[in-house]
């Protein structure tokens, strides 16, 4: 079984920064993508970035020249760098892990981490 434990998340003021890492446990080939969602409170959980297995990243455009997904294989964690911050992104902010086995996509997430940006 996949674990992934987030860390990193708390309370910055706007135009801080706070690096979010998520190590990724148990079964960890196969992996197609690990990806950051987020969910501000009365809202739908959105994607944030990703990265494949081949190393690409895709941005949502409201991050895009601030957020910076990066991973580390031998440590098995990703991390999302996030600069500039501003009040909007105030949510709490979930690991992704699609695995990919027999040709079906199997997902896993965290348990997710609060991020607070004080304006």
């Known amino acids: 079984q996949v674990q992934l434990v987030e860390s990193g998340g708390g309370l910055v003021q706007t135009g801080g920064s706070l690096r979010l890492s998520c190590a990724a446990s148990g079964i960890t080939f196969r992996i197609k993508t690990m990806g950051w969602y987020r969910q501000a409170p009365g809202k739908q959980r959105e994607l944030v970035a990703a990265i494949t297995s081949g190393g690409s990243t895709d941005y949502a455009d409201s991050v895009k020249g601030r957020f910076t997904m990066s991973g580390d294989n031998v440590k098995n964690t990703v991390y999302l760098q996030m600069n500039s911050l501003k009040p909007e992104d105030t949510a709490v902010y979930y690991c992704?892990?699609?695995?990919?086995?027999?040709?079906?996509?199997?997902?896993?997430w965290g348990q997710g981490t609060q991020v607070t940006v004080s304006s």
């Open positions: 992704k892990m699609v695995r990919r086995y027999a040709t079906f996509d199997y997902d896993f």
